[in-house]
């Protein structure tokens, strides 16, 4: 993906194609960079031998997240440096249970799934997505149906990268149920979506919230300043006994781990509160219904999910625009997706510069001079 600049370009242009909110500014937080190193090594539970960490601040991001997406009182997790390192820990955890499971996901996941399945050389299958994304679940019976005794470690997404699809775990749980497999492990990867969807009102949320991890991104919808992410487990703490140099257990995947990232999330957090939270979701979603509006009066085919902030273009806007307005390509589909930060404006603008686009695509094409009247060749 490209670097994303919350900044406008000289001609007041804002990226619109990738999904950090912009809305909050952090410099409050400056402070915080004079400080010593601040290193929560280890287990965020467990303080370790060394003074300079946040872990307290750790433990209140992991339950507030914890709470929002309905983990019960067993529950377990730390700040990580993204949602791919939470893909990571979900999957060695799901082998580390499950040592013979094999291990589900779509065509629709995250490349950093196949890639952390690689890292751990874990046998996997890939399951079909239908076209707007989401897992098609009769092929999921379909593949595992072809491995019976094995257990299903099942990696579903709420927020496809691509269209903001959301899997769902009820139909998931419904189809291992149905086949009888001996045991399962079910990761979410709700990278952009999972904490706007965990505001929805419960009779509105769809099913994504039921499964053994689940990882949210920090620099998504919170707008933290550098990337982040928190994994939350329904499963009590790792038993591990403490490495004697840190005095704390290694349960997460990298040694050092960054003290900053806690207190900015908590920030990010407690600085809007769950009802501010929620609103930032709903205007995000406002921004996306106009767009939608707005492209389906220029004639330009796109639709979005229910809940999304995405929208997605099923004809890629010409490269000049793309380029112009930071806007991802992937099999013949493009998206924009409503942050937080942006104005309608912003995208009014780009719908614009969409239409003159196309417009100037249509002009006629003036006809190719003939050489006649024009003198040609030698003199
Ligand atoms: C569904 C999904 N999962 C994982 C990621 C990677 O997240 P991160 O950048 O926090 O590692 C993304 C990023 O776009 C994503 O869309």
């Known amino acids: 993906m490209t670097t994303i600049l919350p900044t406008p370009d000289t001609a007041g242009r804002v990226p619109i194609g990738y999904p950090g909110a912009t809305d909050v500014d952090f410099t409050d937080l400056a402070p915080l960079m004079a400080r ?15 003074p300079g960490h946040t872990k307290a601040a750790e433990r209140q991001v992991v339950e507030i997240i914890a709470d929002l997406v309905r983990a019960g009182d067993d529950r377990w997790g730390y700040v990580t440096t993204g949602a791919t390192e939470g893909n990571l820990w979900a999957l060695r955890e799901a082998r580390r249970r499950h040592p013979t499971g094999i291990v589900c996901y779509t065509t629709a996941a995250h490349y950093s799934v196949p890639k952390a399945i690689d890292l751990l050389a874990m046998p996997s299958v890939v399951v079909a997505a239908d076209d707007r994304g989401e897992m098609d679940y ?16 099942v990696v579903a997404t709420a927020g496809t990268t691509m269209t903001e699809a959301v899997d769902d775990l009820y139909q998931i749980n419904a189809v291992l149920d149905d086949i009888g497999v001996p045991a399962r492990y079910v990761h979410v990867d709700a ?17 994504f919230d039921l499964a053994d991890s689940i990882v949210v991104s920090g620099h998504k919808f919170l707008g933290t300043p550098f990337p982040c992410g928190v994994l939350v487990t329904s499963a009590a703490a790792p ?3 403490p490495v004697s140099y840190i005095g704390s257990p290694d349960t997460t995947i990298t040694g050092s781990r960054n003290g900053h990232a806690p207190l900015i999330l908590r920030s990010a957090l407690q600085r809007h509160g769950l009802s501010g939270l929620r609103t930032r979701a709903e205007h995000a979603r406002e921004l996306a219904a106009h767009t939608l509006t707005q492209l389906t009066e220029i004639r330009w085919p796109a639709w979005r999910h229910p809940h999304a902030f995405t929208v997605v273009l099923d004809r ?10 930071s806007i991802p390509t992937e099999n ?3 998206h924009i997706v409503c942050m937080p930060g942006l104005t309608q404006h912003d995208l009014d603008r ?21 050489a006649i009247g024009y003198r040609t060749g030698n003199p």
């Open 138 to 153: 009769t092929d999921l019976r379909r593949r595992l149906t072809k491995h019976p005794g094995r257990p299903a470690l």
């Open 239 to 241: 038993t591990q006994a």
């Open 191 to 207: 990278a952009l979506a999972g904490i706007p969807l965990a505001l929805l009102e419960p009779d509105q949320r769809p099913g």
């Open 36 to 50: 010593k190193l601040l290193n929560n090594v280890g287990d965020p539970y467990v303080d370790g031998a060394s």
């Open 350 to 370: 780009f719908v614009n510069d969409l239409r003159n686009a196309t417009r100037r695509q249509r002009r006629p094409i003036p006809r190719p001079r003939t």
């Open 332 to 334: 013949r589909r493009s």
């Open 316 to 325: 890629p806007p010409p490269p000049a625009v793309a380029a112009r307005w």
